[in-house]
């Protein structure tokens, strides 16, 4: 089992930035990616970002690139999500998630984004 912690989240002005880390505990071992989806009000949840343990790589969605970084420590305990020129748009429940060998998958209970215009 993998457990995830987001946190973070808050009330952002518009231009502004924030970042948001998920700190992981359990199996971490087992992990080989962990990413950040978000869900708006109202809408599905969609991918933000993914990175690999493996060669470190990084993969977004066309609607952040440029503006949204994912990072992780040396010891794959804690990832980031740091987000640049936020827009009102971006304002939803970002979730962490962990995928693991098996075919497993493990999500956060998610931290709470909120940009005013």
């Known amino acids: 089992q993998v457990q995830l912690v987001e946190s973070g989240g808050g009330l952002v002005q518009a231009g502004g930035s924030l970042r948001l880390p998920c700190v992981a505990s359990?199996?971490?071992?087992?992990?080989?990616?962990m990413g950040w989806f978000r869900q708006a009000p109202g809408k599905a949840r969609e991918f933000v970002a993914r990175?690999?343990?493996?060669?470190?790589?990084?993969s977004y969605a066309d609607a952040v690139k440029g503006r949204f970084t994912i990072s992780t420590d040396n010891a794959w305990n804690t990832i980031y999500l740091q987000l640049n020129s936020l827009k009102p748009e971006a304002t939803a429940i970002y979730y962490c998630?962990?995928?693991?060998?098996?075919?497993?998958?493990?999500w956060g209970q998610g931290t709470q984004l909120t940009v005013s215009s």
């Open positions: 990175i690999s343990r493996g060669d470190y790589s990084a």
């Open positions: 359990g199996r971490t071992f087992s992990m080989y990616s």
């Open positions: 998630d962990a995928m693991v060998y098996g075919a497993s998958e493990y």
